[in-house]
């Protein structure tokens, strides 16, 4: 069992910034993929970005976050963060934080390990709000 514990949501203004963290119990077991995801209320949970932690590379970000959005992780610390700067009302969710298998999908020409949602474990959730 991996136990995921999110934090550093709050409340901001639009074009205010937050760095969410992720810490998990075991960063290293079999489960290669950590994933940050948002839900909003009456919309679907969508992925915003995922790690490979097999190659320690930035597997996907979504293009509503590309330039505003920074995916990062330490291992030694088993820790996965999520810079989000330049916030707008769009991006207010729930925030939850993931770790699950890698699985190889196709999006827009490319092959993804890690932008499935078979998600073995998941975080509590941390609120983002932004207002206007």
């Known amino acids: 069992q991996v136990h995921l514990v999110e934090s550093g949501g709050g409340s901001v203004q639009a074009g205010g910034s937050l760095r969410l963290s992720c810490v998990a119990s075991d960063y290293t077991s079999s489960t290669k993929c950590m994933g940050w995801f948002r839900q909003a209320p009456g919309k679907e949970r969508e992925i915003v970005a995922t790690?490979?932690?097999?190659?320690?590379?930035?597997?996907y970000v979504a293009d509503s976050v590309k330039g505003r959005f920074t995916v990062s992780q330490e291992n030694d610390k088993n820790a996965m963060y999520l810079q989000m700067n330049d916030l707008s009302v769009e991006d207010s969710a729930m925030y939850y934080c993931a770790k699950g298998p890698a699985i190889l999908a196709a999006l827009g020409g490319r092959i993804y390990r890690c932008i499935h949602r078979q998600y073995t474990y998941w975080g509590q959730g941390t609120q983002v709000t932004v207002s206007s």
């Open positions: 790690i490979d932690i097999s190659t320690n590379n930035i597997d």
